[in-house]
Antibody
Framework: QVSLVESGGGVGQPGGSLRLSCRASGFTFRTYSMHWVRQTPRQGLEWVAVISNNEKIQHYADSVKGRFTISRDNSINTLYLEMTGLRPEDAAVYFC????????????????WGQGALVTVSS | QSALTQPASVSGSPGQSITISCTGTSVGAYNSVSWYQQHPGRAPKLIIYDVVNRPSGVSDRFSGSKSGSTASLTISGLQAEDEADYYCGSYTGIITTLHVFGSGTTVTLL
């Protein structure tokens, strides 16, 4: 059974940094691309970033490009999101999500989700 | 502002069928539309992918279709457990944002 568990959420200062982690189990992590998706009551769901199974490809939404970095450590089945230059509009629940492509590619649908990590941006 | 347009709410009586629409340029360009169900306080759950496919374990009361730039999710035999928010999503092919979600539709039972 697939399990994705986020951690690292909390309060970050404007201009500050936070790092989210997502521990995966129940599937062969190294063979799947992974995403971060965030949600706010006002903006709804927003795709944030994707990383391929072998880390060679990363793509970002324009809203976070240059400030957020997605990475992964396949040896410990963990996905990361390093968030820097935090803005008030980055406040959201952040979900890690597994890509549905079974062959290591990226197909942009999300067949398993974590429970979410709340990020608040406040001084 | 979302690049995919959904109605804010749809309602129906138990046992009835309802349809939720999702309109946008990327829907017409790619067969990569997916639908997600989200109950309050829970993570979204994939219920349709690639326009028409249901993941294993998802009820066959959920079905998807597409015509031109509009995708649709139909829920037949509406049940109390179907009350939730529903989001469509699509690959865009645009490097600045490769995936977009709809604004979400709240399904309510009458």
């Amino acid at each position: 059974q697939v399990s994705l568990v986020e951690s690292g959420g909390g309060v970050g200062q404007p201009g500050g940094s936070l790092r989210l982690s997502c521990r995966a189990s129940g599937f062969t992590f190294r063979t799947y691309s992974m995403h971060w998706v965030r949600q706010t009551p006002r903006q709804g769901l927003e795709w944030v970033a994707v990383i391929s199974n072998n880390e060679k490809i990363q793509h970002y939404a324009d809203s976070v490009k240059g400030r957020f970095t997605i990475s992964r450590d396949n040896s410990i089945n963990t996905l990361y999101l390093e968030m820097t230059g935090l803005r008030p509009e980055d406040a959201a629940v952040y979900f890690c999500a597994k890509d549905g492509h079974t062959g290591g590619g990226i197909i942009y649908h999300f067949d398993s989700w974590g429970q979410g990590a709340l990020v608040t941006v406040s001084s | 502002q979302s690049a995919l347009t959904q109605p804010a709410s749809v309602s129906g009586s138990p046992g009835q069928s309802i349809t939720i629409s999702c309109t946008g340029t990327s829907v017409g360009a790619y067969n990569s539309v997916s639908w997600y169900q989200q109950h309050p306080g829970r993570a979204p759950k994939l219920i349709i992918y690639d326009v028409v496919n249901r993941p294993s374990g998802v009820s066959d009361r959920f079905s998807g279709s597409k015509s031109g730039s509009t995708a649709s999710l139909t829920i037949s035999g509406l049940q109390a457990e179907d009350e939730a928010d529903y989001y469509c999503g699509s690959y865009t092919g645009i490097i600045t944002t490769l995936h977009v979600f709809g604004s979400g539709t709240t399904v309510t039972l009458l």
